[in-house]
């Protein structure tokens, strides 16, 4: 390429690339989950776990609508979601009607948004348990025959009553990461969203901001001492419906 020709390519470049930039941001990211599938090392259950959270359903069933379509396609065995299904009580509705083709048991905790929102959440509990679920606060929950117990957090003082159970893979749900600092017990993996995994991040720098209970734990993997944890980014927004770097996720968990 001549040097002319270079630098016409990298003015044309410097003028589209802000706006390639937004685009990305506003239109194309927040709008196409990324599949992510881990294996959960020492489980030889056979079984597909999918982890999605923080969808704050706003009225965009189209959406909902595609990803309930991922997840199927994905033959999971159990959805397991944990918080912040909306924001305000008037999106539940609509929210558990995109939720209901979703073809497997849906077990879920509630987050601070869904708290918020002061809905009634029983019509989510009579929905999810149809499925072989439910919406669940502070209790454990066998699935498989009890091969794997959820124990499902609402509050992090329940933690110090709830134990994990022998012979089983045991797997906590919880909205808030920074939790992990405080269960008392060893689990074989903590399951927790809130962070939106900053929504923005910088390359080689992470997020610019996470939510209070967050803790150090923005997005991925970390080792606590209460165990693995994964922190997924969640399915949707909140503030504003912009991602970068940080596309929406559901996660296939291999056990």
């Not at 776990?49 to 959406?63: I, M, N, P, R, W």
Request: charged share 20%.
């Amino acid at each position: 390429m001549a040097l002319s020709s270079r630098r016409r390519w990298l003015r044309n470049f410097a003028a589209l690339g802000p706006a390639l930039l937004v685009a990305d941001a506003a239109w194309y990211e927040p709008q196409h989950p990324v599949v992510r599938t881990f294996p959960v090392a020492g489980s030889r259950l056979g079984k597909r776990l999918v982890h999605v959270t923080d969808l704050h359903f706003k009225g965009d069933s189209a959406y909902l609508r595609r990803v309930v379509g991922q997840i199927n396609e994905l033959a999971p065995d159990a959805v397991l979601f944990t918080g912040d299904l909306i924001e305000t009580a008037p999106f539940l509705a609509p929210a558990l009607a995109g939720l209901r083709d979703l073809k497997a048991p849906i077990c879920a905790v509630p987050g601070n948004h869904d708290d918020w929102s002061r809905a009634d959440f029983s019509p989510a509990q009579t929905q999810f348990a149809q499925t072989g679920g439910g919406w669940f606060k502070d209790r454990q929950v066998p699935l498989f025959g009890g091969r794997v117990v959820l124990t499902c957090l609402d509050r992090w003082l329940a933690s110090r009553r709830l134990m994990p159970v022998a012979g089983a893979l045991n797997i906590v749900l919880m909205h808030y990461p920074a939790w992990a600092d405080d269960v008392l017990h060893r689990y074989d993996l903590l399951l927790a969203g809130h962070t939106h995994g900053g929504q923005v991040r910088a390359p080689f720098y992470g997020a610019f901001v996470t939510p209070q209970d967050s803790g150090p734990y923005q997005k991925g993997w970390y080792e606590t001492r209460s165990g693995p944890l994964y922190v997924n980014p969640g399915l949707g927004n909140f503030y504003a419906d912009v991602r970068f770097n940080c596309r929406p996720e559901i996660t296939i968990l291999e056990v």
